[in-house]
């Protein structure tokens, strides 16, 4: 299994609304990634796990709390969010193993969101 | 630091050859080099590591020139699959940080 996948494929939340993006990945890879994309504008990072752990958060507001339940799992949860988290959140994954140098990602679909 | 691509977007004709350049004023560990057609995910194509080594697509080539940490993609004899907007994301350090920042993306279009 090569592919990352995401789930819902689109979603419309309001702004009092809690709703969960999932992500799953079968490759063995243990570095798991949360990037938010606005259009015509390239990926940007919000969080980063390596090992299960929290390796990386960017400064990201709080209504967005991300999980990692397992090494093939990532999730983000979703609370109180506003109009303008509406955006392609993007899933990726990557070996991140000690012995290669190379960590390049492989992506998901994306969830839609729109947030009204 | 984003690194900075030009050009901002090429028009090419099928057949003909295109190059995208990414540079950073950062001294990089490694550059990915990135496909995303419209609605879809990015895709993988190359990545180059400081030192030379190199991984990625047989049908694409790149280099990485380090001592102006500069990165080029060489798209030859383009198809009309070519068609995207390509990213460079850069890597500054290996092991402590699995931070890729992303440019701000090249687009191409390949018409018949």
């Known amino acids: 299994d090569t592919e990352v996948t995401q789930t819902p494929k689109h979603l419309v939340m309001g702004m009092t609304n809690k709703k969960s993006l999932k992500c799953e990945q079968h490759?063995?890879?243990?570095?798991m990634y949360w990037y938010k994309q606005k259009a015509k504008k390239p990926p940007e990072l919000m969080f980063v796990?390596?090992?299960?752990?929290?390796?990386i958060n960017e400064s990201v507001p709080s209504r967005f709390s991300p999980e990692c339940p397992n090494s093939s799992l990532l999730n983000l949860h979703l609370h109180a969010l506003q109009p303008e988290d509406s955006a392609l959140y993007l899933c990726?994954?990557?070996?991140?193993?000690?012995?290669?140098?190379?960590?390049?990602?492989?992506f998901g679909p994306g969830t839609r969101l729109t947030v009204l | 630091q984003q690194p900075v691509q030009s050009p901002q977007a090429v028009i090419l004709r099928e057949g003909e050859d295109a190059v995208i350049n990414c540079s950073s004023s950062?001294?990089?560990?490694?550059v990915h080099w990135y496909r995303q057609k419209h609605g879809e995910a990015p895709v993988f194509l190359m990545i180059?590591?400081?030192?030379?080594e190199q991984k990625g697509h047989e049908k694409i080539s790149a280099s990485f020139n380090e001592k102006k940490q500069q990165s080029s993609l060489y798209l030859t004899a383009s198809q009309l699959s070519y068609s995207g907007t390509y990213f460079c994301?850069?890597?500054?350090?290996?092991?402590?940080?699995?931070?890729?920042?992303f440019g701000k993306g090249t687009k191409l279009t390949v018409n018949p």
């Open positions: 490759m063995g890879h243990r570095a």
């Open positions: 796990y390596s090992y299960e752990k929290l390796s």
């Open positions: 950062k001294a990089l560990y490694s």
């Open positions: 180059l590591l400081k030192g030379g």
């Open positions: 990726a994954s990557s070996p991140r193993l000690a012995q290669s140098s190379y960590n390049e990602q492989f």
């Open positions: 994301g850069t890597e500054k350090a290996q092991g402590g940080s699995e931070k890729l920042v």
